[in-house]
């Protein structure tokens, strides 16, 4: 929770001649939206949108050619460690996959510090998802090379919240003056909190649609409240869709519900069809961070409109800037 | 079942500088052996032969540097995977190596269309590996990227089919004269199925030899029929042994037998071993999709004749000819 | 059991033009640390020790460019699998990951000989991990790449031996007229006999300490015995901790206990502390072959003389040079 105090680099034998030591955020760890401030995200979104570039005019580039990231997944995560390894590959670097910790030395009792010392000696930089809350912060201490946190059980997941605020630049060309509408499971979506805490950064009206049991954490309502972003909560879309520059969607999961009769219900009434948008904006844009499980009907996904596939491609672009950033090449 | 509709490719933002647009199969979904006519076989296996070539002199070399493929295994294949991996690693390419999918977002539901189209943010062509038939279409209508059908259960295993009937011509130098005995169990192995309906392009002349319970389905019979290409049947491969120039051996499964003794007696009587090939021609070859599970004795393995470790071999240069070719390389 | 016989090499397809053909363990297996005479140690600990230097100065660098590694592991071993992958791509080379062998082709009851046989047809060398002893020299009779043994179940690991003693060369200049103590289940620690064996080559002094019920071994210590080497046993460090250059020490697992009670005792009678250490000497080192689960108490690491993670990284520098040198690029 401590808000953007660059980690002292400890150098390890490693440190190959020629990084960029005085880079901003060059041997730092990525382990929460809290780090960062609005200058921050804005030169972390510069670099991404100079990968966007290059990837569309070049595909691959060498400027992570001879490092290594460790991908280290103690919870299988197919989208994640994909576009990691996509990021590292698309810059030239190498990937030791480690997606099998359940199998591993942990199973004989191994600590967290250990492991991530251990695998420290064989990459320059290890990305981590556990199930735990805190435990990338607590890899971080232990580590002397850079640790992305790719997820630490209902914790964070700040490249997810990056590259969400990176999709509304990018799609928007702007993020202040917007009217963003989160809708679905706002009291267990990660996603959506860490957006909520990046988007007060910026100047922007915040509105939530969810089912009654389903609301907006107060300790992010406070949050929000505190830091004089205009916000309301409403129980249907059709309130708040006409003003809306970003419909930000996320999954009802059935294992919320006692019921599932009410399940059905609540479900189908978030369901997203281009029926729906009709009485939406020409230039808003829908963003889900998948995978989707019916809450957007696949009729949409040919309206310029939904943006959530290129989404996907945006976190590639926002990962391949984080990780060139903190291994000093950018 | 279309065969040879090149796939409209639509133009995704990855698409680098420098792609053969015009190369033959550039963009084009590998799905099905009907959609070869001859001339692509001979194109494909002259751009093979020349892989072959290559990585005999060289090992590896850079044509599909900064290509990444996305090798995506809904059930395991050790020797497909790795055959691909290799094929990419050998032309400098990278690989996502995706063969959890039973633990990932899958499990959360989310459809194989929404799968192929989040990989193809990361990756440029995706190998698709999938128990159900007609997977490999479906991905391949909704990406944008090329697919490679990796075997779609009983359906098609397209790259298999063509490193056989590469071998053949490589081993043989040609095919078209040659006498194609296949023997095993004809009923449930998909690859024969394959190799028969390719081979009607050449002037073959094909033996079937099986238990009777495991004989060469109806429709390929049909297929085979319509074709012109003579075909016939027998119940012992000593009638076909002596005029046969190529011998493909399968599999023959316990789980397809009642009785096990009736599997047992089977079994042994298609032990091909050195003392069957005596009456065979000095030149012939021996073929077997492998793995093996005792039908063909490892006294054989040095006999000159035994193809089938060299036919692994030739699926690697097959398959760097397609990753080439559908990325514009070749 | 065969010493130090250079295995034939059969040349195959893919032999690269400009391997030195002539080089010191160009296309031999490494199966046994029974193999090495002392000079082959010091030559690849040389190797080694200029792998260090290279990683220090440019972190990765393009020796084996074009080089497949197939990492085959019949039994999960994160850190093995991570420490090979690291090496060989810290060399400029590619790997082909099999962890998941349990569901592979083996299932369907294909033999080792096979599967390498299938391997080598797309990599240039391979490690082999496996439950039973005697598979890495089955693997190696029947393949005509290298093999490397990663551990064939209670056999041997002769990588980790290696790295053992390359880190004792490293950390201490020398190996010669030191006294090295190995501490635990002398026992069950494959790594402590065949580090033992190794050190036979040198003038050093062992002593073992463990619970009675996890001695040294009969035939170890009469190996050890017959090579003039002295030695002697301890039931507590106290007695030779003062005069030791070098503590190893293993884990003391529960499973070899019938009664917990006795665990206890003799799990907390072992574990090495800062306090521990009062009486050590100020330049040796502590060495555990990891995972710990609490014979080294946290405290400890950031004593310099704590070498368990170092340890870990002289382990890439052995496994590099054993690459480059099978594959005839040292």
């Known amino acids: 929770m401590t808000p953007h105090i660059p980690k002292t680099v400890r150098k390890s034998p490693y440190l190959p001649f020629g990084d960029h030591k005085n880079a901003p955020f060059y041997g730092m760890d990525i382990l929460s939206v809290r780090q960062f401030k609005r200058d921050d995200l804005e030169y972390i979104f510069g670099v991404a949108h100079e990968m966007a570039g ?18 280290l997944f103690y919870e299988p995560s197919t989208r994640t460690s994909a576009s990691f390894t996509s990021a590292m590959e698309r810059l030239g670097g190498s990937v030791i996959p480690i997606n099998e910790v359940r ?16 695998l420290e000696a064989y990459a320059d930089v290890i990305v981590l998802r556990h199930p735990e809350v805190g435990s990338a912060a607590l890899a971080a201490k232990y580590a002397s090379k850079p640790i992305i946190n790719a997820g630490d059980g209902v914790g964070e997941h700040p490249t997810q919240a990056l590259l969400d605020l990176f999709t509304i630049t990018e799609e928007m ?47 992010v309502l406070a949050e929000v409240q505190a830091s004089g972003t205009p916000q309301a909560s409403y129980s249907t879309l059709e309130e708040v869709l006409p003003e809306s520059d970003v419909i930000y969607v996320t999954r009802v999961q059935k294992e919320r519900f006692a019921d599932e009769a009410e399940y059905e219900k609540v479900r189908s009434s978030y369901v997203i069809s281009p029926e729906t948008l009709k009485i939406a904006k020409e230039d808003m844009i829908v963003m889900h ?35 060139a950033m903190v291994l000093g090449k950018a």
């Open 103 to 118: 199998y591993s030395s942990v199973s004989k009792g191994e600590s967290l510090p250990d492991t991530v010392r251990t």
């Open 289 to 323: 961070p998948l995978p989707r499980v019916g809450e957007i009907s696949m009729d949409l996904d040919t309206d310029p409109r939904a943006a959530y596939f290129r989404q996907v491609e945006y976190g590639l672009y926002v990962r391949m800037a984080l990780l």
């Open 54 to 71: 290059m990837v569309r005019r070049v595909g691959t580039f060498d400027l992570l050619k001879g490092k290594i990231l460790a991908n």
């Open 173 to 219: 060309n702007r993020v202040d003056g917007l009217t963003i509408t989160m809708v679905g499971d706002l009291k267990y979506g990660r996603t959506v909190h860490s957006l909520a805490r990046l988007l007060t950064l910026f100047n922007v009206r915040l509105n939530y649609v969810s089912p009654d049991i389903l609301p907006m954490p107060e300790d």
